[in-house]
């Protein structure tokens, strides 16, 4: 209906998403070449201004200070597991995705009456844990294979 009764504000939104696409094209084609400078910029330069617009990007927010202490205690704790050579991305993705992980898990024991039965019996969700048995596993062995292997 959105054509059919206003046409002129479709194709006004789509020549608007054609335009910001073109201008965007230019000015990453012109702004590239001096990003990649960056790289070059002193690590002790370029700190300060992130943690600011890290600390304003966390208080805009909700206009709370606990958004803010919440976005310290995690720097903290990315740059305790970064000392310790533990890898950032993994924590950072099962962050992300757990509450969407619980949500769908909570839906799915309120459909079979809170039977985890059908994790094991449904082919999906099974071939699902299978893979990730099989991760566990191998990184286990993996690792366990690379501490008892002679030091060259």
């Given at each position: ?50 943690v600011v617009f890290c600390v304003i ?7 709370r200070y606990f958004d803010v ?84």
């Open positions: 209906m959105l054509f059919s009764q206003n046409a002129f504000i479709a194709y006004t939104v789509i020549g608007g998403t054609l335009v910001a696409n073109l201008v965007m094209l230019v000015v990453m084609r012109v702004a590239t070449p001096m990003l990649a400078k960056l790289m070059y910029v002193n690590k002790a330069w370029l700190l300060p201004p992130i990007g966390a208080f805009s927010v909700s206009s202490g919440v976005m310290l205690v995690f720097a903290l704790i990315g740059f305790l597991m970064n000392r310790a050579r533990i890898p950032t991305g993994p924590f950072i993705i099962a962050y992300i995705l757990t509450p969407m992980a619980e949500e769908n898990l909570r839906s799915g024991l309120v459909i079979y009456d809170g039977s985890f039965l059908p994790l094991l019996t449904r082919p999906v969700p099974a071939v699902f844990l299978a893979i990730a048995a099989v991760s566990i596993v191998w990184a286990l062995t993996s690792e366990a294979k690379a501490r008892t292997a002679p030091a060259p």
